[in-house]
């Protein structure tokens, strides 16, 4: 994405701007996507449903075609037994003609009254006859029965070639009714051989609200003279597409999920990264500040020193001021290069067994020329000796920074109670202030790095956000919680650590 950004020409775009830029790339892109899938998908459904209806009319008419013709077979074996079988048919045949051509006759054994039959003669047989031989009569019978009164049949007509053939031709062909069961197994294969595998209920043409009823087909033997429609009952287009098209569908809405998801986490990060330059910038207006005062105060006072005869006592007095703005600059750089290190999360733990309440006693000591430039009033309640497992040096930094900024957010006149107690096989020490506190929309960040409490432009109190979480990374390493507690009075810190022995007659902690 940074790379399309430079490619156009953008990267000159302030930060802000250009996360804003790509969240509204990056939405276009997701939403044509989803969109895209989301139409494949319609489309999908439309053409599928579409090619299902078209499909089971059309196996439903190859279906009722193939069960008719099965019916006629039935009538054309009926047939030729009835032309075979002498009590009812006879045939003969003879070359009593101008070409001598044998022409072959056949009629009702016992007919209802005299009739001549039925004469013709057959092109492709060029034998003449005078008497009817097996060979000739089974031709007749099947070139009668598979080729005449096939077409007939197809025609949906029965002519009288005799009036007793006539009447049983009629009889049998007006019950020979539909064979439900036997379209219903035809059917079932044609819509196999189009690759569809849906139940369906054949009825005869009344409606059923949950079903999709395909179009009526003509089943009767005399179509299009007599009308016996049949149907089929289908479940819904939609319910067959979702069932046939589960998985791609499920794969579908996967895939718009992964890239929805995806979506969120980047715009989380660049959210993030956004949140994390403002807090930068802060900082470095912070720290561009903060040195300021030391660089210009040491330039002014290594000018004098240069420019002017002082005497020795001025002289170390403007030395006195460079190293003490000296002292406050390596200061700043120690709290940047202890924060990166505890950043890195690979600085191994110098552990000792550390007594916390003279650990606090002895920071109290090292920050009292600051509280009481400040006029403030540090109170220690040590009621029990309790002794951790800890890094000292890494914990005393830890405590330090809470105390430092008690100090510095607690005001002039201020009082600060620290405490310490075991409670539930751990140290609990305590670090309040009755300062103004700190709002509760900033509870959240003051452990983030680079996280101030925002004062618009004045910088009544040096610091560099990078102090607190400093101090929670060093207790997280002990197995230890930082927690912040300000209700509006103050500002109060309380950390929870370890407790390995309580020497005021409790037993060792495991």
């Known amino acids: ?19 804003t830029l790509i969240l509204i790339l990056m939405s276009v892109c997701v939403t044509g996507i989803a969109g895209l899938q989301l139409y494949w998908n319609y489309e999908n459904y439309q053409r599928t449903v579409k090619t299902f209806k ?15 013709l099965q019916r006629h077979e039935i009538i054309i074996a009926k047939f030729k037994k009835w032309m075979a079988d002498t009590s009812f048919i006879t045939i003969t045949c003879n070359t009593n003609n101008r070409d001598s051509a044998t022409v072959f006759t056949f ?10 039959g039925v004469s013709f003669s057959l092109n492709e047989f060029k034998q003449k006859l005078k008497q009817i031989t097996p060979e000739a009569k089974a031709m007749v019978i099947n070139h009668f029965g598979n080729t005449i009164l096939r077409e007939d049949l197809k025609k949906g007509i029965v002519f009288f070639y005799t009036p007793r053939l006539g009447d049983s031709l009629g009889k049998i062909f007006n019950s020979n009714l539909l064979n439900k069961a036997s379209l219903n197994g035809i059917y079932k294969s044609e819509l196999s051989a189009r690759g569809i595998d849906a139940a369906f209920k054949l009825n005869t043409g009344k409606a059923d609200r949950n079903l999709f009823i395909t179009q009526k087909v003509n089943t009767a033997l005399r179509r299009p003279y007599i009308k016996e429609y049949v149907s089929a009952g289908f479940e819904s287009p939609g319910v067959y597409f979702l069932r046939q098209m589960k998985w791609l569908i499920i794969s579908s809405f996967l895939l718009i999920g992964i890239t929805i998801f995806c979506y969120a986490y980047t715009v989380k990060t660049l959210l993030t990264q956004q949140k994390l330059a403002i807090l930068k910038d802060d900082f470095v207006n912070n720290m561009t500040h903060e040195l300021k005062t030391p660089v210009a105060t040491i330039n002014i006072a290594a000018e004098a020193i240069q420019d002017f005869n002082l005497s020795k006592t001025s002289a170390n007095e403007y030395l006195g001021i460079i190293r003490y703005q000296a002292g406050n600059l390596t200061n700043l750089i120690d709290q940047i290069l202890k924060n990166v290190v505890s950043e890195q999360g690979n600085t191994p733990l110098n552990l000792t067994k550390v007594n916390t309440g003279e650990l606090i006693n002895q920071i109290i000591s090292e920050y009292k020329p600051q509280s009481d430039a400040a006029n403030i009033s540090v109170n220690f309640k040590n009621d029990d000796n309790l002794t951790a497992l800890a890094d000292s040096q890494l914990l005393k930094n830890a405590i330090a920074n809470l105390l430092d900024n008690a100090i510095k957010y607690g005001g002039t006149g201020s009082v600060i109670n620290v405490s310490q107690r075991a ?11 009755n300062g103004p506190g700190i709002p509760a929309e900033y509870h959240a960040k003051i452990f983030e790095r680079f996280f101030r409490v925002p004062s618009g432009d004045i910088h009544n109190v040096k610091g560099y956000g990078l102090g607190l979480s400093y101090a929670k990374s060093i207790i997280e390493k002990h197995s230890g919680t930082l927690t912040l507690i300000s209700n509006g009075q103050g500002a109060g810190f309380t950390i929870s650590i370890p407790l390995i022995y309580h020497e005021a007659g409790q037993s060792p902690v495991t």
């Open 107 to 116: 009629k009702d054994t016992h007919p209802y009254f005299p009739n001549k």
């Open 1 to 19: 994405m940074f790379s399309l950004l430079k490619t156009a020409g953008i990267t000159f775009i302030p930060m802000k701007k250009r996360i």
């Open 423 to 433: 409670e539930n096989g751990s140290i609990i020490i305590r670090v309040k202030d």
């Open 54 to 68: 078209h499909d089971i009319n059309e196996a439903l008419n190859t279906a009722a075609d193939k069960e008719i």
